[in-house]
Nanobody
Framework: QLQLVQSGGGMVKSGESQRLSCTASGFILDNYAIGWFRQVSGKEREGVICISASGVIMHYGIDKKDRFTNSRDDAKITASLQMNDLKPEETGTYYC???????????????????WGQGTQVTVSL
């Protein structure tokens, strides 16, 4: 079974930071781009940030570009999302994802799922 297992999340105060992790199970993450997405209450799921297999980062939206960053550690088959200066309206469920194993574009961003993590709740209070 190919899986992405997420960890981290929880409650933070407005303006604080949080780090999320995503670990591959059943496949080698080295050859996959990793995308991060979120679903905020009342809105559709949206892209946050993506990192290719070679480490090239793709950003979504100027409002997040200066505050969010991501990285990967292929030896640990793990990817991380660092979120700084969080805002209450960014409360929601955050997901990591990769393309399907047979995708010719699995090394590249953007990511179109694919394999999805279970989601991690992030709550930003006032």
């Amino acid at each position: 079974q190919l899986q992405l297992v997420q960890s981290g999340g929880g409650m933070v105060k407005s303006g604080e930071s949080q780090r999320l992790s995503c670990t591959a199970s059943g496949f080698i993450l080295d050859n996959y781009a990793i995308g991060w997405f979120r679903q905020v209450s009342g809105k559709e799921r949206e892209g946050v940030i993506c990192i290719s297999a070679s480490g090239v980062i793709m950003h979504y939206g100027i409002d997040k570009k200066d505050r969010f960053t991501n990285s990967r550690d292929d030896a640990k088959i793990t990817a991380s999302l660092q979120m700084n200066d969080l805002k209450p309206e960014e409360t929601g469920t955050y997901y990591c994802a990769t393309r399907d194993p047979n995708s010719e574009y699995r090394l590249n961003c953007p990511v179109v799922g694919g394999i999805w993590g279970q989601g991690t709740q992030v709550t930003v209070s006032l």
